[in-house]
């Protein structure tokens, strides 16, 4: 059984650097293929795809915010970290964490978010 | 900046068929572009229904079904339920970077 479970602030500061961890189980980031993404959502909007990091450690980054943004890995630990520097209120969203089994199959499986909010 | 675009808001009856696209700014979605789709409730984390154009994971309702049609990515509901009023985002691949389209509101009436 795959889960994903998110864990960070809910409250950051403008100019803050947000971390957040992405903890799972059920499948491990050293099988080929597999990847772990992050994608966020403000209230009321779409879905938008940051970043993924592979079972080999490739890393995949948004075009847009790939400048404030880091992933990385601790597959010991079953985590998946994400940050995002120079944080803005046009941040303020749920973040989700979420597991590809393959380049085919994006995120079939999803973490429950969690609500970050960026106000000083 | 890549923009993949979907019908902001489509009704159906119960029962009805409905066909929601997706469309990318770079040209025609082809397989290689890997559409995904994607559900959400209000309130609930998304569901991935349909992966690569028309894969099925083992919990999609066989209902919804993915294809491509006239250069873009396309998600078909048979038989409408009440249950699947939501909203439905693609997701294309554009090597290695991946592109959420805006969603479509789905409303069952």
């Known amino acids: 059984q795959i889960t994903l479970k998110e864990s960070g602030p809910t409250l950051v500061k403008p100019t803050q650097t947000l971390t957040l961890t992405c903890t799972f189980s059920?499948?491990?980031?050293?099988?080929?293929?597999?990847?772990v993404g992050w994608i966020r959502q403000p209230p009321g909007k779409a879905l938008e795809w940051l970043a993924l990091?592979?079972?080999?450690?490739?890393?995949r980054y948004s075009p847009s915010l790939k400048n404030r943004l880091t992933i990385t890995r601790d597959t010991s630990k079953n985590q998946v970290v994400l940050t995002m520097t120079n944080m803005d209120p046009v941040d303020t969203a749920t973040y989700y964490c979420?597991?590809?089994?393959?380049?085919?199959?994006?995120?079939?499986?999803w973490g429950q978010g969690t609500l970050v909010t960026v106000s000083s | 900046q890549t923009v993949v675009t979907q019908e902001p808001s489509l009704t159906v009856s119960p029962g009805g068929t409905v066909t929601l696209t997706c469309a990318s700014s770079?040209?025609?979605?082809?397989?290689?572009?890997?559409p995904n789709w994607f559900q959400q409730k209000p309130g609930q984390a998304p569901r991935a229904l349909i992966y690569?154009?028309?894969n099925k994971h083992a919990w999609t309702p066989a209902r919804f079904s993915g294809s491509l049609l006239g250069g873009k990515a396309a998600l078909t509901l048979s038989g409408v339920q009440p249950e699947d009023e939501a909203e439905y985002y693609c997701?294309?691949?554009?090597?290695?970077?991946?592109?959420f389209g805006g969603g479509t509101k789905l409303t069952v009436l």
């Open positions: 979420a597991h590809s089994d393959s380049v085919e199959a994006t995120a079939a499986y």
């Open positions: 059920g499948f491990s980031l050293n099988t080929r293929g597999v990847g």
């Open positions: 990091i592979y079972w080999d450690d490739d890393k």
């Open positions: 770079t040209g025609a979605v082809t397989s290689g572009s890997f």
């Open positions: 690569s154009t028309n």
């Open positions: 997701l294309l691949y554009y090597g290695g970077v991946r592109v």
